[in-house]
């Protein structure tokens, strides 16, 4: 599957954005979608997933951010509200390997380009 992230940008703290990614190549909804993110000098971190089983968030984004998506239009969104210095990363998309919502990495198969989050204070 190739997926296509969009929608980072440059926001101010408690500001707003909406991520959305693109999948094309196999039937949107038969896998889970997720995102993670990967700040300067750090390891890659679970940020949402949704798929059969519900959406799991990580702790530093519960009641934050809301992950969902749009299977008749092939796309996953990641709506990113209150948003902190912390939160400013490089976010990816990524298409899991099956439907099971989970959290590790290794489970997702496809992965998008990445789109720049940066959150001034």
């Known amino acids: 599957v190739q997926l296509q992230a969009s929608g980072g940008g440059l926001v101010q703290v408690g500001g707003s954005l909406r991520l959305s990614c693109a999948a094309s190549?196999?039937?949107?909804?038969?896998?889970?979608m997720g995102w993670f993110r990967q700040a300067p000098g750090k390891e890659r971190e679970f940020v949402a997933v949704i798929g059969w089983g519900g959406t799991y968030y990580g702790d530093s984004v519960k009641g934050r951010f809301t992950i969902s998506r749009d299977n008749a239009k092939n796309t996953v969104y990641l709506q990113m509200n209150s948003l902190k210095p912390e939160d400013t990363a490089v976010y990816y998309c990524?298409?899991?390997?099956?439907?099971?919502?989970?959290?590790?990495?290794?489970?997702?198969?496809?992965w998008g380009q990445g789109t720049q989050v940066t959150v001034s204070s």
């Open positions: 190549g196999r039937t949107f909804s038969s896998y889970a």
């Open positions: 990524a298409a899991g390997t099956s439907r099971t919502a989970v959290t590790s990495a290794r489970a997702f198969g496809s």
